[in-house]
């Protein structure tokens, strides 16, 4: 069995964490499956790689292969400055329909933390990913854009606003908030989560992210009544009901507090596209930092996985960036194939290399005498571990 994948190694540090995590993805399908199962790798070009070969920050080829694709995985992307786009990364979500950012958070044994107990923190974050703020609908204050759309508001609608503002557009619908929270859902059932938590801000954006909610709720007493049950509707002093999943909803200024204090609590989380952006960084810094955090971006089609981290170009070409991010993103693309095996080959080995104490810069800073090593010798060090 050959499946086909399609990578972009990305900006600043990309190539060298991609030239580090490669073999060790390899190496667990090989170590779990002999030859009968391999991945075929196809290089795609967009960021600064494509700029310099073919004139384009995202060129046609790449586009076109991607809407074909079933899977891919990326390093980190970079917009350099005038060329076009407001961001590669939401560039090609919106371009390609991947509605669901999907990031897995959970501790690793020999990382220290912040918190007290980061084994409590195993959660999975689906984060909207095509709509709310990051359309990037807005117009700088004083321009003759948003004094037309200013005008238009105060004649039109009879919202008093200043001359002199920018304004931005929150846009968000039914249907897309509603495909994000069924495949929240959908994945709680899948992996015997016992609870997907609707994160908003309801209180305050009453027609938006209100609106998030009572979708959500609406979604789940629709499709899903056999299976789940909403958290106000359980049994009087239960906090279950026996084999369904818990809707819940938590306003977000609160959720950032209770995943501090209250972690167990929290499993799958559904969210919008700000909120889901600013929890599951916070998430991630609960148990090491983003340099350890995976996530795949998915359409109905295609899981597009990447690095959740940014491209740290004053790190680019000296060896000592974290290649995890990516590696742990190829484990969820292994799962996501069903190669069960070689992606918790990679899990166990991870466990292994971090209680060996030899890690990367970054995660050395969170750990009592770690030897610090490079990222070829860290990729190097899971690669044994396998």
Not at 149 to 162: P, Q, T, Y
Not at 208 to 235: I, M, Q
Not at 241 to 265: M, N, P
Not at 310 to 317: D, E
Request: hydrophobic residues 40%; charged residues 25%.
């Amino acid at each position: 069995m050959q499946e086909l994948v399609y990578f972009i190694e990305g900006d600043g540090t990309g190539p060298e964490i991609w030239a580090a995590a490669k073999p060790v993805l390899d190496a667990a399908v090989e170590k779990s499956y002999g030859q009968d199962r391999r991945i075929e790798w196809r290089e795609l070009l967009a960021g600064e790689k494509a700029l310099a070969e073919t004139g384009e920050l995202l060129p046609k080829e790449t586009l076109t292969s991607l809407q074909n694709a079933k899977l891919a995985i990326k390093g980190p992307l970079s917009t350099p400055v005038g060329g076009g786009f407001r961001s590669l990364n939401v560039t090609l979500r919106q371009v390609l329909d991947l509605y669901a950012c999907i990031r897995p958070v959970k501790h690793y044994q020999g990382i220290e933390s912040p918190v007290k107990h980061p084994e409590r923190v195993d959660m999975v974050i689906f984060r909207e990913n095509t709509e709310d703020l990051y359309t990037g609908i807005e117009f700088a204050a004083d321009t003759p854009e948003s004094r037309k759309l200013i005008k238009f508001l105060r004649d039109e609608m009879g919202v008093n606003l200043s001359e002199n503002m920018a304004l931005g557009i929150k846009p968000m619908s039914k249907n897309g908030s509603q495909r994000l929270i069924r495949k929240a859902i959908q994945y709680a059932l899948d992996k015997k989560r016992d609870s997907v938590a609707l994160m908003h801000k309801g209180n305050i954006m009453k027609y938006t992210e209100g609106a998030f909610r009572e979708w959500g709720y609406e979604l789940a007493a629709e499709e899903f009544a056999d299976s789940c049950v909403a958290e106000k509707d359980l049994p009087a002093g239960t906090l279950k009901e026996a084999g369904k999943v818990i809707i819940k909803d938590r306003i977000a200024d609160y959720l950032f507090q209770a995943v501090l204090t209250r972690a167990s609590e929290f499993s799958v989380i559904a969210a919008p596209n700000l909120n889901g952006d600013y929890i599951s960084d916070a998430l991630a810094a609960q148990v090491g930092g983003l340099g350890i955090a995976p996530g795949v971006n998915m359409s109905d089609s295609l899981a597009f996985f990447e690095a959740t981290h940014g491209t740290a170009p004053k790190m680019a070409g000296k060896n000592s960036a974290n290649p995890s991010s990516v590696i742990l993103s190829g484990a969820m693309l292994l799962e996501h194939l069903g190669w069960d095996e070689a992606a918790g080959r990679i899990h166990q080995a991870m466990n292994t290399v971090l209680a060996g104490r030899k890690v990367t810069t970054d995660l050395a800073r969170l750990m009592d005498n770690a030897t610090t090593v490079g990222c070829k010798e860290f990729g190097e060090l899971l690669g044994a571990a396998l």
